[in-house]
């Protein structure tokens, strides 16, 4: 089991909640940003969401992090089947060149994880630089995540309600698994934030 180099300075405690459905993908966030030091908690004037060429990225972790990926060109030279593996690894090399790169105690790379929209699929990048679907359709990261899962699970139980061709329902459902997360995590905090990254709009 590694452990987590400590870092210093600000730190982001958060929740993003992704749901795929058959038109697109619904990814929220909120806005905490915390200083566990300083037991000081605070919110962000902007979106942890953002657009990255034909990515819907939703960070959690150091803001550094996610600001060394957007000053860097998305590029267009990858296989569409291969793009977020290919997002994952400019990932990487921005925190290389950017001198953002944590390391484990073992002297591998370490990152932020992010969930990540792409034609219409949802994808986790964790902390490894692994890229991962889940087969439940939902996903999400950060010190919110147990309680957006256990709330996204409940809802996902109807299987009638599932929100394989509505989009209005899933991002519905992603609010709920983020004032759900924010109830029950000291770290997560509105306002929230939701996305919609359409399957034709990426097609």
Same mark, same amino acid.
């Given at each position: 089991?590694?452990? /987590? ?24 966030? =909120?806005?905490?940003? !915390?200083?566990?030091?300083?037991? /000081?908690?605070? !919110? ?17 972790g150091s803001?550094?992090?996610?600001? +060394? +990926? ?5 590029? =267009? ?5 291969? $793009?977020v593996h ?10 290389? =060149? #950017? #001198? ?7 002297? !591998? &790379? ?5 969930? %990540?929209?792409? $034609?219409? /699929?949802?994808? @986790?990048?964790?902390? /490894? *630089?692994?890229? +991962? ?5 939902? =996903? ?6 147990? *309680? ?9 139980? &109807? ?9 209005? !329902? ?15 995590? *000291?770290? %997560? @905090?509105?306002? *929230? ?11």
């Amino acid at each position: 089991m590694h452990r /987590q180099v400590t870092s210093r300075g600000l730190h982001v405690v958060t929740v993003i909640v992704g749901i795929e459905t058959d038109d697109g993908v619904v990814l929220g966030a =909120d806005r905490s940003c !915390t200083w566990p030091d300083l037991n /000081q908690i605070a !919110t962000y004037s902007y979106p942890k969401l953002f657009e990255y060429g034909p990515f819907l990225i939703g960070g959690c972790g150091s803001p550094r992090s996610m600001d +060394l +990926l957007r000053g860097c060109s998305a590029g =267009d030279d990858w296989k569409p089947e291969r $793009a977020v593996h290919y997002l994952a690894n400019a990932y990487r090399k921005a925190l290389i =060149d #950017g #001198g953002g790169i944590a390391k484990w105690d073992d002297g !591998t &790379d370490k990152g932020d994880s992010m969930l %990540v929209a792409y $034609a219409g /699929q949802l994808y @986790r990048i964790d902390d /490894q *630089f692994d890229v +991962l679907q889940l087969a439940d359709r939902y =996903d999400a990261i950060g010190c919110g995540a147990p *309680f957006a899962l256990g709330a996204l699970r409940i809802m996902s139980q &109807d299987v009638h309600r599932w929100p394989d061709q509505n989009l209005d !329902t899933a991002t519905h459902w992603v609010m709920a698994a983020l004032h759900a997360a924010a109830h029950h995590s *000291f770290g %997560v @905090r509105g306002p *929230f934030d939701v996305h919609v990254q359409a399957t034709d709009a990426v097609r």
